[in-house]
């Protein structure tokens, strides 16, 4: 049976699973794991009830509505307790993959094997990616019992579940994309961390700057994103997906013997680039328009760190989108949350899909000289 | 079985391995021996498909390590120089893990496992955690991991350096049952007694140059040129020596504390009339014994010992 699964994985997508088996073995059943996991659901509860605790500790009657918002500030702590701990945990988790096989030279027998850069470092980013999930699933207990308090919907939990999932996908590609280059696994949690805090930095930066920008041109302290930024904030996803779906179309034809020479595979790629970038763009001109007509302030959300919290947030993005909902226009503020998510989180997959194929042809490379 | 062409790898300025040509039939266990940084490591990676060369091409079990570099990984079993163990592993994961990665199908591992533990002597350790082997069960471990596709041709990199004698003599045991296995072996080294009586054929590289390579006794006899004779007196040994030039069957005559060591050129089975000359002289001869040009001769008359320290 489990014999019949390896056998159509490589048969099919040419992928060795030992790795990420491997790795599991070696990760996830030492004591260190799942001390990891209990800090984890500790930290994300403590910083969840505290607050709520202090508002309960603070009122002398309780009232529904006072119910619903404590439910709210509950998820929003829980929320932003996660994407901290994701970005503190995650990147060592990842950098030190194939950086620590390097070190302990370990890295050279696995190459002397049939294992491929792909396998390697897919199976690599699969054993992150599985740890991330395990830190999120353990917190939904959490989560729900923020619904049960109201104030916030299911659609919103799931919303800023899946952004902090594939934040935590993107992460861990970048780390393992690090790993693969540099020589030490110091170097390269480092170089991670380095990452992450510049984009951080970067991204609310210049979010801060278009938003002044706009401001003076405008001459109004709140304005909308106007067109350009909408295209640019859609666009870059649009191309990324393009550009990762011409790949696959690439590495599927080349599976074809009579397709495998290099012009042939160049020609795919080109063709199956425009083609679906013809058709993910088109998908995308109504995303553009709602973009478009949202607050600037809505930038401040390709902020990884104010993303999934933005999901649940009331009062930052949610006035600004209020305030940008243009009069006479119906485009509901929750709806364009919605939007908000859907971009994100195909502006996170892509990248992460990107760092990865990024990382798969690093490896290679660096280890053929 | 290999069939090295001209192979030739620079890094940067430094050329590591230059031209070089070697060819190993099928169970040959061949010495590849030379000073550190002569060139064996570098080779022997080229040939493991883990490093690309700058010139020449290597055929191993048949294919090119350059253009089907998947097909030679899995003919080939490749132990490192240096290498590191996964921590908190038992020793059938180690295995079971390379196997999975050599594309074993799991329900012929549990055997061919077991097979290589029984070979390395590690069977009852089958269950033992990696960490606690010594430094000698490892370097076995190792080999087993090397093992555990079935390869035709073995390229093992100095290995048993860094062991105290037993656990080299156990891996020198090793190496014989291997030999016996009618693999092919290309074994490097720097300590010659661990290939003594091992191989059967040596190649020696200095400064990425191939000095000479052949069968053992065919070089032996190329280097010497005659057999080496030990002579013990009890007294009067320079004078000795000075008798010993005068005699035309030895070519060369040296002496140590009392020892004295000539090179024999003359007729097989004729060495016993130097004796007979020496005592004739009116030499006290306490020792006379007769020495085949070991490895290690061969090794130090053929290399100039220039990367001795490299």
């Not at chain 1, 049976?1 to 030992?18: K, Q, S, Y």
């Not at chain 2, 590849?32 to 022997?44: C, E, M, Q, R, S």
């Not at chain 2, 090119?64 to 120089?81: K, T, W």
């Not at chain 2, 059967?200 to 040129?225: P, R």
Request: charged share 20%; proline share 4%; glycine share 8%.
């Amino acid at each position: 049976m489990v014999e019949a699964l390896d056998r159509a994985l490589h048969a099919t997508l040419g992928f060795n699973p030992c790795v990420t088996l491997h790795e599991l073995r070696l990760r996830m059943r030492v004591g260190r794991a799942f001390l990891l996991l209990f800090l984890y659901v500790l930290v994300a509860s403590g910083a969840m009830l505290l607050p709520v605790g202090f508002e309960l500790a603070a009122q002398h009657a309780y009232s529904a509505r006072m119910m619903r918002d404590l439910g709210r500030t509950a998820l929003h702590w829980l929320v932003y307790t996660q994407i901290t701990l994701i970005f503190l945990a995650l990147p060592a988790y990842a950098a030190s993959t194939i950086a620590a096989e390097r070190e302990k030279q370990t890295l050279e027998m696995l190459r002397a094997t049939l294992l491929s850069p792909w396998d390697v470092v897919t199976g690599k980013l699969l054993v992150v990616l599985a740890f991330g999930v395990v830190l999120l699933a353990t917190t939904v207990p959490l989560a729900a019992w923020c619904l049960m308090l109201g104030g916030v919907s299911p659609t919103e939990v799931l919303r800023a579940y899946l952004i902090m999932a594939a934040t935590a996908a993107w992460v861990s590609a970048l780390g393992v994309l690090l790993s693969a280059t540099c020589q030490r696994s110091l170097t390269a949690i480092v170089a991670t961390y380095g990452t992450l805090i510049g984009v951080a930095v970067a991204t609310a930066l210049s979010a801060y700057v278009i938003f002044a920008w706009m401001s003076v041109v405008s001459g109004h302290t709140r304005t909308q994103m106007g067109p350009t930024a909408a295209v640019v904030l859609v666009g870059i996803p649009v191309v990324a997906t393009a550009w990762l779906g011409a790949l696959l179309a690439r590495w599927v034809v080349q599976r074809v013997p009579a397709l495998r020479g290099r012009w042939a595979g160049r020609t795919v790629l080109v063709v199956a680039f425009l083609v679906l970038l013809v058709i993910v763009a088109a998908r995308a001109g109504p995303l553009i328009v709602k973009m478009s007509n949202a607050g600037s302030g809505t930038l401040l959300l390709v902020n990884p760190y104010l993303a999934a919290a933005s999901m649940v947030e009331e009062t930052v993005p949610r006035s600004l989108i209020d305030s940008a909902t243009p009069p006479g226009t119906t485009t509901p503020a929750r709806d364009l949350q919605g939007y908000v998510c859907s971009i994100l989180l195909w502006l996170y997959l892509t990248v992460a899909a990107t760092l990865w194929v990024l990382a798969a042809n690093i490896y290679a490379r660096r280890e053929r000289t | 079985m290999i069939e090295i062409r001209g192979l030739t790898k620079r890094y940067g300025d430094l050329t590591a391995v230059d031209n070089l040509w070697l060819t190993v039939e099928r169970g040959d266990a061949v010495a590849f021996i030379g000073p550190n940084g002569a060139g064996k490591t570098t080779t022997i990676r080229m040939l493991a498909t883990l490093l690309e060369p700058n010139a020449g091409t290597a055929r191993v079990a048949g294919y090119d390590v350059l253009e089907e570099p998947e097909e030679v990984r899995a003919r080939v079993g490749y132990m490192p120089d240096f290498f590191g163990m996964y921590d908190d592993m038992m020793v059938w994961e180690y295995l079971d893990f390379f196997a999975a990665a050599h594309r074993v199908p799991r329900s012929r591992r549990p055997g061919l496992i077991g097979d290589v533990l029984e070979l390395t002597d590690l069977g009852p350790r089958r269950d033992h955690s990696v960490n606690s082997l010594s430094r000698g069960m490892k370097q076995r471990l190792c080999l087993a991991k090397t093992l555990v596709h079935d390869p035709d041709v073995l390229l093992l990199d100095e290995p048993a350096s860094g062991l105290d004698p037993r656990a080299r003599m156990e891996v020198r045991e090793l190496l014989r049952e291997l030999c016996k296995l009618e693999k092919t072996l290309l074994i490097s080294s720097h300590i010659l007694p661990e290939l003594a009586g091992l191989c059967n054929k040596i190649a020696i590289i200095e400064e990425g140059e191939l000095v000479t390579s052949g069968a053992v006794e065919d070089i032996s006899a190329q280097l010497a040129g005659g057999k080496q004779l030990l002579i013990d007196v009890c007294e009067r040994s320079v004078e000795a020596c000075q008798f010993l030039t005068t005699l035309p069957a030895v070519a060369s005559v040296v002496e140590h504390d009392s020892r004295i060591e000539a090179v024999y050129h003359g007729e097989a089975g004729q060495e016993w009339q130097v004796l007979t000359a020496l005592v004739q002289a009116g030499f006290k001869v306490r020792g006379f014994a007769e020495e085949e040009i070991d490895l290690e001769t061969i090794y130090v008359r053929s290399t100039r010992g220039l990367g001795a320290d490299g």
